[in-house]
């Protein structure tokens, strides 16, 4: 009988402390997904998908989307795709081996515009390419997006939006198509939380940072499109924290980790990509 009593006061506490530290580990995660604020109930797998499926939504409407043919302008994809690389190549983006990072572009030289789908789906306007004049402005620019989806920005947003049961049946392909090109044409303007775009700008920072381009690029962008008078400014830029404000965080964050903000501009390597769209 004592031992009886022995083993099952030991198997108690054995219980016990595994409750303990299933309940500390969960306990844990709530706490760092909050903290992260990443999208507790639109995983990456779903993201993936979801990316995915808009992907193919966008390529099939070439009325909105005329996507630039790769066979006919390669050198327009080196370029993108070098870029691209350089900022997923940084060693600072957290999900570069979990999304895919497609880039494409969209042959509209009156868009300034760049967006990056959830499971880092790509797309950047000619006319966005066309009005930078340096390598370093674009990689700041597409820095911000790609923070987005990886920071998972874009994934809480659409949730916020569409609401997850739509999200989801996208991401199964169940979704009308009706429903599918809205989420589709919904994320060009996609309303991201003022703490959201300080965040992206942050990143844009950091990833810049591991590269050979200055890593206030983004801020230079914001100066140009700020100076310039431009009576319709990117999408993007209607819903975003002021500029001036922006530029001013862009700086700190970059004198706060030390990187050098003053590189040379390789104007040269930048004409030839301009060069090589219609």
């Not at 990443?38 to 193919?56: N, T």
């Not at 919904?186 to 990833?207: C, M, P, Q, T, W």
């Not at 590269?211 to 100066?223: K, L, W």
Request: charged share 20%; proline share 4%; hydrophobic share 35%.
């Amino acid at each position: 009988m004592l031992s009886f009593v022995r083993n099952f006061h030991f198997y108690i506490n054995i219980i016990m402390k595994i409750n303990y530290f299933l309940f500390t580990g969960l306990l844990l995660t709530i706490i760092g997904l909050h903290a992260c604020q990443k999208p507790l109930l639109f995983g990456l797998e779903q993201q993936k998908a979801l990316g995915l499926q808009v992907r193919d939504q966008i390529l099939a409407d070439p009325q909105t989307y005329p996507i630039l043919d790769e066979k006919q302008y390669p050198q327009a994809y080196q370029h993108i795709r070098r870029i691209t690389n350089n900022i997923l190549n940084s060693g600072k983006v957290e999900m570069k081996s979990q999304f895919t990072w497609e880039v494409r572009i969209i042959k509209d030289d009156k868009t300034l515009n760049a967006f990056c789908t959830p499971g880092g789906y790509i797309f950047v306007y000619t006319g966005l390419i066309k009005y930078l004049d340096t390598e370093d402005q674009l990689a700041g620019v597409m820095g911000h997006e790609i923070a987005h989806a990886d920071r998972q920005h874009s994934a809480r947003a659409m949730e916020k939006q569409y609401g997850v049961g739509l999200m989801v049946e996208i991401a199964l392909g169940k979704a009308k198509s009706e429903e599918l090109k809205q989420v589709a044409n919904g994320l060009i303007g996609l309303k991201f939380s003022r703490d959201h775009e300080y965040e992206a700008d942050a990143y844009s920072v950091n990833y810049l940072a591991g590269t050979q381009y200055r890593c206030n690029g983004a801020a230079d962008f914001f100066v140009k499109i700020g100076g310039s008078g431009a009576q319709q400014p990117p999408e993007f830029m209607s819903t975003h924290p002021n500029p001036g404000n922006r530029v001013e965080a862009i700086n700190a964050k970059a004198k706060t980790i030390n990187c050098p903000t003053d590189k040379p501009d390789n104007k040269t390597e930048y004409q030839k990509f301009k060069n090589s769209l219609p």
